[in-house]
Protein backbone atom coordinates (compact mmCIF):
# COMPACT_ATOMS: atom_id res chain seq x y z
CA UNK A 1 0.00 0.00 0.00
CA UNK A 2 2.99 2.35 0.50
CA UNK A 3 4.31 1.71 -2.52
CA UNK A 4 1.34 2.58 -4.21
CA UNK A 5 0.84 5.99 -2.35
CA UNK A 6 4.25 7.10 -3.02
CA UNK A 7 3.66 6.19 -6.70
CA UNK A 8 0.50 8.01 -6.71
CA UNK A 9 1.99 11.22 -5.17
CA UNK A 10 5.06 10.98 -8.20
CA UNK A 11 2.54 10.92 -10.87
CA UNK A 12 0.97 13.62 -9.11
CA UNK A 13 3.83 16.07 -7.86
CA UNK A 14 6.44 16.51 -10.59
CA UNK A 15 9.96 15.04 -9.77
CA UNK A 16 11.74 18.11 -9.76
CA UNK A 17 9.77 19.99 -7.39
CA UNK A 18 10.55 17.48 -4.68
CA UNK A 19 14.17 17.44 -4.98
CA UNK A 20 14.69 20.75 -2.94
CA UNK A 21 17.20 19.75 -0.83
CA UNK A 22 20.02 17.82 -3.02
CA UNK A 23 21.54 16.99 0.16
CA UNK A 24 21.59 18.30 3.92
CA UNK A 25 21.80 21.75 3.87
CA UNK A 26 21.89 22.53 0.20
CA UNK A 27 18.47 24.24 -1.66
CA UNK A 28 18.73 23.82 -5.51
CA UNK A 29 16.07 25.46 -7.00
CA UNK A 30 13.52 23.55 -9.28
CA UNK A 31 13.93 23.93 -12.83
CA UNK A 32 10.17 24.78 -13.31
CA UNK A 33 10.83 28.24 -11.78
CA UNK A 34 13.00 29.19 -14.48
CA UNK A 35 10.79 28.18 -17.01
CA UNK A 36 8.95 31.03 -19.44
CA UNK A 37 10.95 34.23 -17.78
CA UNK A 38 10.37 36.96 -19.68
CA UNK A 39 13.28 37.99 -22.07
CA UNK A 40 15.74 34.84 -20.70
CA UNK A 41 15.40 31.80 -23.28
CA UNK A 42 19.26 31.08 -22.30
CA UNK A 43 21.04 27.21 -22.23
CA UNK A 44 21.85 26.50 -19.00
CA UNK A 45 25.32 25.36 -18.64
CA UNK A 46 26.73 23.65 -15.14
CA UNK A 47 29.83 23.10 -13.65
CA UNK A 48 30.26 21.36 -9.65
CA UNK A 49 33.03 23.47 -7.63
CA UNK A 50 33.43 23.21 -4.18
CA UNK A 51 30.59 20.03 -3.74
CA UNK A 52 28.09 23.03 -5.09
CA UNK A 53 26.51 22.72 -8.69
CA UNK A 54 27.71 25.97 -10.57
CA UNK A 55 25.11 27.63 -13.19
CA UNK A 56 26.41 29.86 -16.19
CA UNK A 57 25.80 30.75 -19.23
CA UNK A 58 28.16 30.50 -22.71
CA UNK A 59 26.81 32.44 -25.42
CA UNK A 60 28.43 33.45 -28.74
CA UNK A 61 31.62 32.28 -30.72
CA UNK A 62 33.04 29.55 -28.73
CA UNK A 63 36.21 31.03 -30.35
CA UNK A 64 35.22 34.48 -29.72
CA UNK A 65 37.13 36.87 -26.98
CA UNK A 66 35.34 36.10 -23.32
CA UNK A 67 33.52 38.39 -21.52
CA UNK A 68 32.78 37.61 -17.72
CA UNK A 69 29.42 39.38 -16.41
CA UNK A 70 28.96 39.34 -13.36
CA UNK A 71 26.14 39.89 -10.93
CA UNK A 72 25.56 41.15 -7.31
CA UNK A 73 22.93 41.02 -4.53
CA UNK A 74 20.16 39.85 -4.80
CA UNK A 75 20.46 39.46 -8.44
CA UNK A 76 21.43 36.26 -10.32
CA UNK A 77 22.05 36.02 -14.66
CA UNK A 78 19.06 37.21 -15.01
CA UNK A 79 20.00 41.13 -15.14
CA UNK A 80 22.22 41.01 -17.91
CA UNK A 81 19.48 39.83 -19.96
CA UNK A 82 19.60 42.83 -22.28
CA UNK A 83 23.23 42.71 -23.09
CA UNK A 84 23.92 38.97 -23.99
CA UNK A 85 22.48 39.15 -27.18
CA UNK A 86 24.37 42.22 -28.10
CA UNK A 87 27.82 41.11 -27.20
CA UNK A 88 26.95 37.46 -28.90
CA UNK A 89 26.45 39.36 -31.66
CA UNK A 90 29.80 41.32 -31.89
CA UNK A 91 31.75 38.05 -31.75
CA UNK A 92 32.24 37.87 -28.28
CA UNK A 93 31.66 34.33 -25.81
CA UNK A 94 29.84 35.78 -22.90
CA UNK A 95 30.26 33.62 -19.58
CA UNK A 96 27.48 34.77 -17.11
CA UNK A 97 28.18 32.84 -14.03
CA UNK A 98 25.36 32.42 -10.99
CA UNK A 99 27.60 32.79 -7.80
CA UNK A 100 26.78 30.06 -5.03
CA UNK A 101 23.67 30.92 -3.79
CA UNK A 102 21.76 32.95 -6.05
CA UNK A 103 20.59 32.07 -9.68
CA UNK A 104 20.75 28.30 -10.82
CA UNK A 105 23.40 27.17 -8.76
CA UNK A 106 23.24 25.60 -5.63
CA UNK A 107 22.16 27.69 -2.46
CA UNK A 108 23.36 26.08 0.92
CA UNK A 109 21.39 27.02 3.56
CA UNK A 110 23.44 28.27 6.37
CA UNK A 111 24.89 31.87 6.39
CA UNK A 112 27.99 30.51 7.60
CA UNK A 113 28.83 28.37 4.07
CA UNK A 114 29.10 31.96 2.99
CA UNK A 115 32.47 34.30 2.55
CA UNK A 116 33.62 36.27 0.83
CA UNK A 117 37.18 34.47 -0.17
CA UNK A 118 34.83 31.35 -0.93
CA UNK A 119 33.00 33.36 -3.56
CA UNK A 120 36.47 34.27 -4.95
CA UNK A 121 37.36 31.06 -5.23
CA UNK A 122 34.98 29.20 -6.82
CA UNK A 123 34.70 31.85 -9.32
CA UNK A 124 38.47 31.94 -9.86
CA UNK A 125 38.17 27.94 -10.53
CA UNK A 126 35.46 28.51 -12.71
CA UNK A 127 37.36 31.12 -15.10
CA UNK A 128 40.36 28.01 -14.77
CA UNK A 129 38.60 25.13 -15.90
CA UNK A 130 36.89 27.25 -18.95
CA UNK A 131 40.53 28.14 -19.97
CA UNK A 132 39.64 31.78 -20.38
CA UNK A 133 42.21 34.04 -22.02
CA UNK A 134 42.07 37.61 -23.14
CA UNK A 135 38.85 37.93 -20.91
CA UNK A 136 37.09 41.21 -20.68
CA UNK A 137 35.87 41.32 -17.25
CA UNK A 138 32.38 43.36 -16.12
CA UNK A 139 31.48 43.97 -12.63
CA UNK A 140 28.83 46.10 -10.87
CA UNK A 141 27.62 46.04 -7.33
CA UNK A 142 28.98 43.05 -4.93
CA UNK A 143 30.02 41.24 -9.08
CA UNK A 144 32.85 44.09 -9.07
CA UNK A 145 33.81 43.41 -5.49
CA UNK A 146 34.14 39.34 -6.06
CA UNK A 147 35.01 39.80 -9.81
CA UNK A 148 38.31 42.23 -9.31
CA UNK A 149 39.55 39.80 -6.68
CA UNK A 150 39.17 37.13 -9.64
CA UNK A 151 40.72 39.45 -11.92
CA UNK A 152 43.67 39.97 -9.13
CA UNK A 153 44.29 35.94 -8.76
CA UNK A 154 45.16 35.57 -12.57
CA UNK A 155 45.79 38.92 -14.34
CA UNK A 156 47.48 37.13 -17.27
CA UNK A 157 44.07 36.10 -18.38
CA UNK A 158 42.53 39.31 -18.59
CA UNK A 159 42.74 42.15 -21.18
CA UNK A 160 40.23 44.45 -19.95
CA UNK A 161 38.09 45.57 -16.74
CA UNK A 162 35.09 47.54 -16.64
CA UNK A 163 33.16 48.81 -13.48
CA UNK A 164 30.22 50.41 -12.68
CA UNK A 165 28.54 50.75 -9.54
CA UNK A 166 31.03 49.02 -7.20
CA UNK A 167 34.28 48.97 -5.93
CA UNK A 168 36.89 47.69 -3.65
CA UNK A 169 36.89 48.73 -0.36
CA UNK A 170 39.77 48.48 1.55
CA UNK A 171 41.82 49.49 4.61
CA UNK A 172 45.59 49.31 6.14
CA UNK A 173 46.54 49.32 9.64
CA UNK A 174 44.19 49.44 12.72
CA UNK A 175 41.34 50.52 10.97
CA UNK A 176 41.79 46.61 8.67
CA UNK A 177 42.19 45.57 12.19
CA UNK A 178 38.68 46.80 13.45
CA UNK A 179 36.82 47.67 10.76
CA UNK A 180 34.45 44.63 10.34
CA UNK A 181 34.35 43.74 14.10
CA UNK A 182 32.38 47.62 14.20
CA UNK A 183 30.32 46.44 11.41
CA UNK A 184 29.01 43.69 12.71
CA UNK A 185 28.11 45.76 15.91
CA UNK A 186 26.66 48.42 14.07
CA UNK A 187 24.61 45.31 12.33
CA UNK A 188 23.53 44.30 15.89
CA UNK A 189 22.59 47.37 16.81
CA UNK A 190 20.58 48.04 13.80
CA UNK A 191 18.81 44.95 14.57
CA UNK A 192 15.87 43.46 12.62
CA UNK A 193 13.84 45.71 11.05
CA UNK A 194 11.32 45.73 8.29
CA UNK A 195 11.71 46.66 4.31
CA UNK A 196 9.98 49.81 5.13
CA UNK A 197 12.04 50.77 8.05
CA UNK A 198 14.96 50.32 6.48
CA UNK A 199 13.95 52.44 3.63
CA UNK A 200 12.97 54.75 6.55
CA UNK A 201 16.32 54.64 7.76
CA UNK A 202 18.03 55.08 4.45
CA UNK A 203 21.53 54.30 5.51
CA UNK A 204 24.26 51.25 4.44
CA UNK A 205 24.09 50.04 7.89
CA UNK A 206 20.60 49.64 7.76
CA UNK A 207 20.50 47.81 4.84
CA UNK A 208 23.25 45.19 5.63
CA UNK A 209 20.75 44.65 9.08
CA UNK A 210 17.84 44.40 6.94
CA UNK A 211 19.25 42.02 4.74
CA UNK A 212 21.24 39.72 7.54
CA UNK A 213 17.93 39.40 9.98
CA UNK A 214 15.14 39.18 7.60
CA UNK A 215 14.84 35.26 6.32
CA UNK A 216 12.06 36.67 3.63
CA UNK A 217 14.48 39.21 2.19
CA UNK A 218 12.09 41.09 0.12
CA UNK A 219 13.88 40.35 -3.63
CA UNK A 220 10.91 41.59 -5.65
CA UNK A 221 10.44 45.16 -3.07
CA UNK A 222 14.53 45.20 -3.64
CA UNK A 223 14.44 45.84 -7.47
CA UNK A 224 11.17 47.39 -8.14
CA UNK A 225 13.01 49.86 -5.57
CA UNK A 226 16.59 49.51 -6.69
CA UNK A 227 15.87 48.52 -10.13
CA UNK A 228 13.04 51.07 -11.05
CA UNK A 229 11.21 48.08 -12.33
CA UNK A 230 7.63 48.20 -12.99
CA UNK A 231 6.94 45.32 -15.13
CA UNK A 232 5.74 42.11 -12.63
CA UNK A 233 6.97 40.12 -14.85
CA UNK A 234 10.19 41.07 -14.75
CA UNK A 235 9.92 41.37 -10.96
CA UNK A 236 9.07 37.74 -11.31
CA UNK A 237 12.35 36.76 -13.25
CA UNK A 238 14.39 38.16 -10.50
CA UNK A 239 12.08 36.18 -7.66
CA UNK A 240 12.69 32.98 -9.53
CA UNK A 241 15.70 31.56 -7.58
CA UNK A 242 14.13 31.99 -4.18
CA UNK A 243 11.07 29.92 -3.98
CA UNK A 244 11.04 30.16 -0.06
CA UNK A 245 13.14 31.59 2.71
CA UNK A 246 14.95 28.02 3.00
CA UNK A 247 16.77 29.65 -0.55
CA UNK A 248 17.84 33.24 0.67
CA UNK A 249 20.35 32.58 3.01
CA UNK A 250 23.60 33.67 0.46
CA UNK A 251 21.61 36.79 -0.41
CA UNK A 252 21.11 37.54 3.19
CA UNK A 253 24.98 37.25 4.19
CA UNK A 254 26.10 38.82 0.71
CA UNK A 255 26.25 42.59 2.01
CA UNK A 256 27.57 41.55 5.94
CA UNK A 257 30.51 40.25 3.83
CA UNK A 258 31.21 43.71 2.59
CA UNK A 259 34.05 44.93 4.98
CA UNK A 260 35.90 41.83 6.25
CA UNK A 261 38.60 40.92 3.49
CA UNK A 262 39.99 44.89 4.19
CA UNK A 263 43.50 44.55 4.62
CA UNK A 264 43.17 41.50 1.60
CA UNK A 265 41.87 44.48 -1.00
CA UNK A 266 44.54 46.77 0.27
CA UNK A 267 47.24 44.53 -0.81
CA UNK A 268 45.28 43.93 -3.85
CA UNK A 269 44.93 47.64 -4.69
CA UNK A 270 48.56 48.04 -4.17
CA UNK A 271 49.52 44.74 -6.00
CA UNK A 272 47.89 44.80 -9.09
CA UNK A 273 45.76 47.93 -9.40
CA UNK A 274 48.24 50.47 -9.12
CA UNK A 275 50.19 49.02 -11.45
CA UNK A 276 47.76 47.57 -14.06
CA UNK A 277 49.09 48.62 -17.29
CA UNK A 278 45.90 47.07 -19.64
CA UNK A 279 42.48 49.26 -20.50
CA UNK A 280 40.53 49.72 -17.40
CA UNK A 281 36.71 51.89 -17.70
CA UNK A 282 34.61 53.25 -14.95
CA UNK A 283 31.48 53.75 -16.16
CA UNK A 284 29.44 54.89 -13.60
CA UNK A 285 25.64 56.09 -13.13
CA UNK A 286 25.00 59.38 -11.64
CA UNK A 287 21.69 58.26 -10.07
CA UNK A 288 22.76 55.61 -7.57
CA UNK A 289 21.65 55.78 -4.41
CA UNK A 290 24.71 53.13 -3.23
CA UNK A 291 27.84 55.32 -4.78
CA UNK A 292 26.25 58.43 -5.27
CA UNK A 293 28.28 60.95 -2.71
CA UNK A 294 31.12 58.27 -1.96
CA UNK A 295 34.41 58.13 -3.81
CA UNK A 296 34.50 54.77 -5.15
CA UNK A 297 34.54 56.05 -8.79
CA UNK A 298 37.25 58.34 -8.27
CA UNK A 299 39.50 55.79 -6.16
CA UNK A 300 39.11 53.97 -9.54
CA UNK A 301 40.13 56.67 -11.92
CA UNK A 302 42.65 58.09 -9.59
CA UNK A 303 44.56 54.95 -8.47
CA UNK A 304 44.23 53.05 -11.39
CA UNK A 305 46.96 54.20 -14.14
CA UNK A 306 45.75 55.13 -17.62
CA UNK A 307 41.59 54.72 -16.28
CA UNK A 308 39.07 55.76 -18.57
CA UNK A 309 35.87 57.06 -16.98
CA UNK A 310 32.20 58.16 -18.48
CA UNK A 311 29.17 58.97 -16.91
CA UNK A 312 25.92 57.25 -17.74
CA UNK A 313 23.17 60.11 -16.74
CA UNK A 314 19.75 59.29 -15.66
CA UNK A 315 20.33 55.72 -14.67
CA UNK A 316 20.27 54.23 -10.63
CA UNK A 317 22.35 51.39 -9.49
CA UNK A 318 21.15 48.04 -11.73
CA UNK A 319 22.40 49.81 -15.01
CA UNK A 320 22.33 46.32 -16.66
CA UNK A 321 18.40 46.40 -15.92
CA UNK A 322 17.86 50.42 -17.39
CA UNK A 323 20.53 50.46 -20.19
CA UNK A 324 21.85 47.19 -20.92
CA UNK A 325 22.06 47.02 -24.55
CA UNK A 326 23.63 50.83 -24.65
CA UNK A 327 26.03 49.12 -22.09
CA UNK A 328 27.41 46.32 -24.03
CA UNK A 329 27.56 48.73 -27.04
CA UNK A 330 29.96 51.42 -24.90
CA UNK A 331 32.10 47.66 -23.84
CA UNK A 332 32.45 46.97 -27.29
CA UNK A 333 33.45 50.45 -28.21
CA UNK A 334 35.79 49.82 -25.83
CA UNK A 335 37.33 46.69 -25.95
CA UNK A 336 37.27 47.18 -29.98
CA UNK A 337 39.56 50.55 -29.47
CA UNK A 338 37.38 53.14 -30.41
CA UNK A 339 36.87 56.37 -28.41
CA UNK A 340 33.84 56.26 -26.07
CA UNK A 341 32.44 58.83 -24.37
CA UNK A 342 29.50 59.05 -21.59
CA UNK A 343 25.50 58.97 -22.72
CA UNK A 344 22.26 59.52 -20.99
CA UNK A 345 18.95 57.53 -20.55
Given at each position: ?113 Y ?23 F????G ?131 N??K????A ?7 S ?8 F ?40 S????
Open positions: MKVFVFALILMIVPLQTMSLEVRPGIMRTPDSMFENLKDFDFEPNYMNIQGLRIHYLDEGPEDGQPILLLHGQPTWGYLFRHMITPLADAGYRVIVPDMAGFGRSDKPTKKEASYPKHIEIMSELVQRLELSATVFGQDWGLVGLRVVAEMPDRFSHIVVSNTGLISAEGIRARIGYSLLKLAVWWEGEMTFEEMIERANFRSWIAYAYYDKNLAVGKLMRAMGRIDDEQIIKGYEAPFPSSAYKAGAQIFPYLIPSQLAENAEVWRNIYEWEPFLVFTDEDPVSGTDMADQEKRVPGATRVVIEGVGHFVQEEVGPQLAMLIDDFVSGRSVGFGK
